[in-house]
């Protein structure tokens, strides 16, 4: 018989933890800080509704950062788009409700009622001045809210300036006006505040839609004279959308302007931006003596961004005819040269024309280099990997050997790599060699502006092995820019066995796959249901054998295979996704639309959803249900 209070004979009601909370203070605040300011306000609730010590440690982490970037950006100061929408991670499954019965809606508030009500705090609980330790300033915020913060967050180390107003925003009330040169130079609060920053976050300077940016690194980032950390914010976007007025303001303008105007206290830079010419940024500060020395990059960021979206194109564009000519041209060239090379000398005798490639002047190091051994290992390396052939009897017109986009994302070696690092003779930047020049380089960002992950991955490896004296360090991913987010398993097929146990030691990259395409019964059908940025795929890596069904003989499954395991003897664990459905299709993997065919050749099809050659190798398997076919 059930006990009245509905509990039954062998059950006894949940009772809280009433025991002192175990850990000390200084424990619960790191805790929190890693788990983030969402999950501290969280826990603080659930310690103070015991009276447990622990509650002034978490709410003292939820004052740590207390706005950030991502609280702003985006949103005006009166958007009330989510009190519609509810995505914010405490409120999602939270409805309006009234206030006693006041017929007062009680929503989620709007930036410009969050931030008062955060004045209103600190002004009624004066030691949560004290916690605030970084927090980042609005693009709506005025020239008083700035100065609250100057004159009232006493303990203040970092200053996220990253959300700037818009080009054609009227800027005469609004903060960028206190960082002007006439008053940066007084002995105000703002300078002084700037002179005691440990880390200072900044827009990208260099996309002239950023407005104000690069005004503000110029007069900021010098009086700051104990920064640590600087960080650089834009877009993980293809490279093409930025509008930027010249080449040299793409390529060479981030890593003069960071080397001429960062304080000499600076070691660290957080590139939160797809910067892919790092050999370019470290050989810039290591001629100008930059004291930069760490790197870090949200990995998970840039993969996404360098995740090909479309299938290759056909259309011809003004700079691949150019290119097509210019090679023809070379290759007659060359082998008048090489006829008459063989007609006086032995075959078998050195060349004497020097190396140069096309575009570019031949340099005093190509004049003194005619012929000879290679002394850089990496330079072994790279010409071995392209055949044992002398560079001048290569195929012209393969266009991995010479392209216009050699000069922009071929980072491998720098003496391929034509930039300055003036930024007053920028006029004077090979980059910007005339105006085909300049009509070439940023056409070349269109066609190959997102190339395979592999290429990105390549690339980071290769700088940063050949710049030994720069390190490496991850930051940490921002789901806001899809840092965690499932790859495609076929966009990760490579070649470089090192490339991976390097990611794992020095990025510590955790990547996840999404195996949604491989459960189709037909997903063989590369025609019909791969990804067009796939489509080459099998040609491009010899993987044009037949399919044999579900007996572990997929080519691509099989390359696949070989990947995980390159990641398991990397010690990178392997996480894959199911049942991770777009939301505009189906949840059904088959059956819908409905075909009696199909429907009799889905029935009697083996099925295994191609993990049976791959299962030894995973560590975490997620499988998801569609929330409209929970069953």
């Not at 903060?175 to 505040?193: G, K, M, N, Y």
């Not at 007053?424 to 960002?445: A, F, I, W, Y």
Request: charged share 25%.
């Amino acid at each position: 018989m059930a006990k009245a209070n509905g509990f039954g004979p062998n059950e006894r009601p949940y009772e809280r933890e009433s025991q002192p909370w175990p850990l000390p203070n200084s424990i619960t605040k790191l805790v929190c800080l890693s788990a983030g300011r969402e999950a501290s306000a969280a826990w603080c609730i659930a310690l103070a509704a015991v009276k447990h010590s622990g509650s002034s440690a978490a709410n003292e982490a939820t004052f740590y950062e207390p706005f950030t970037y991502w609280d702003w950006h985006g949103l005006a100061p009166d958007d009330d788009c989510a009190r519609r929408l509810k995505r914010q991670r405490l409120w999602e499954h939270q409805r309006e409700f009234d206030v006693n019965d006041t017929n007062n809606a009680y929503e989620y508030p709007t930036s410009r009622e969050r931030w008062e009500a955060s004045k209103k705090q600190v002004f009624n609980t004066p030691e949560t001045n004290r916690w605030v330790n970084r927090i980042a300033v609005a693009h709506w915020m005025t020239i008083q809210d700035v100065t609250w913060i100057v004159e009232n967050l006493v303990n203040l180390e970092g200053l996220d300036l990253s959300d700037i107003p818009k080009m054609n925003v009227e800027v005469s009330d609004l903060w960028p006006c206190l960082l002007t040169a006439e008053i940066l130079q007084r002995d105000d609060p703002v300078s002084r505040l700037l002179a005691r920053l440990s880390w200072l976050g900044l827009p990208d300077f260099r996309d002239i839609a950023g407005g104000h940016a690069y005004e503000i690194m110029k007069q900021t980032l010098p009086m700051c004279t104990e920064l640590h950390t600087l960080s650089i914010r834009s877009r993980y976007q293809d490279q093409s959308r930025h509008k930027y007025e010249t080449c040299h303001d793409l390529v060479c303008k981030l890593p003069y302007a960071i080397a001429r105007f960062a304080p000499r206290t600076v070691v660290s830079l957080e590139l939160r931006l797809l910067y892919p010419f790092l050999d370019c940024l470290m050989h810039t500060w290591k001629v100008e003596e930059s004291s930069i020395r760490r790197i870090g990059v949200d990995f998970g960021a840039w993969v996404q961004a360098y995740q090909c979206e479309n299938g290759p194109t056909n259309n011809l564009q003004d700079a691949d005819i150019d290119k097509a000519a210019r090679l023809a041209a070379w290759k007659v060239r060359f082998e008048a040269y090489e006829k008459n090379h063989n007609t006086c000398d032995l075959a078998e005798s050195g060349w004497v024309l020097p190396q140069s490639i096309p575009g570019r002047a031949l340099s005093s190091t190509d004049r003194k280099q005619t012929h000879g051994t290679l002394s850089d290992p990496f330079a072994k390396q790279e010409h071995y990997n392209h055949g044992a052939r002398h560079k001048f009897r290569q195929n012209f017109f393969d266009d991995e050997r010479f392209n216009a986009s050699d000069v922009v994302f071929d980072t491998g070696r720098l003496e391929r790599f034509p930039f300055t690092n003036i930024e007053e003779d920028k006029n004077d930047c090979p980059m910007n060699d005339g105006k085909r020049r300049r009509e070439e380089v940023h056409q070349s960002l269109d066609r190959h502006g997102a190339p395979t992950v592999p290429a990105m991955i390549t690339g980071i490896y290769d700088s940063a092995i050949i710049q030994r004296h720069f390190k490496f360090f991850p930051l940490a991913p921002e789901w806001q820019k899809r840092s965690s987010d499932p790859l495609h398993p076929f966009a990760l097929i490579q070649r470089r066995l090192n490339v991976y146990t390097w990611l794992n030691t020095v990025l510590r990259w955790r990547p996840v796959f999404d195996w949604d395409w491989f459960v189709k019964p037909d997903h063989a059908d590369t025609g019909h249901n791969l990804h067009p940025a796939y489509h080459d795929l099998r040609k491009e890596w010899g993987l044009n054998a037949p399919y044999a069904g579900y007996n572990g003989t997929d080519r691509l499954v099989l390359e696949v295979k070989k990947q995980f395991q390159l990641l398991k003897d990397a010690g990178i664990p392997t996480h894959i996704l199911v049942g991770r459905r777009p939301p505009d299709r189906s949840s059904l993997y088959w059956g819908w639309p409905y075909s009696s065919e199909a429907w009799k050749q889905w029935l009697t099809t083996p099925f295994d959803a191609g993990l049976r050659s791959i299962a030894p190798l995973i560590d975490t398997l997620t499988v998801g249900y569609d929330l409209r076919h929970p069953l």
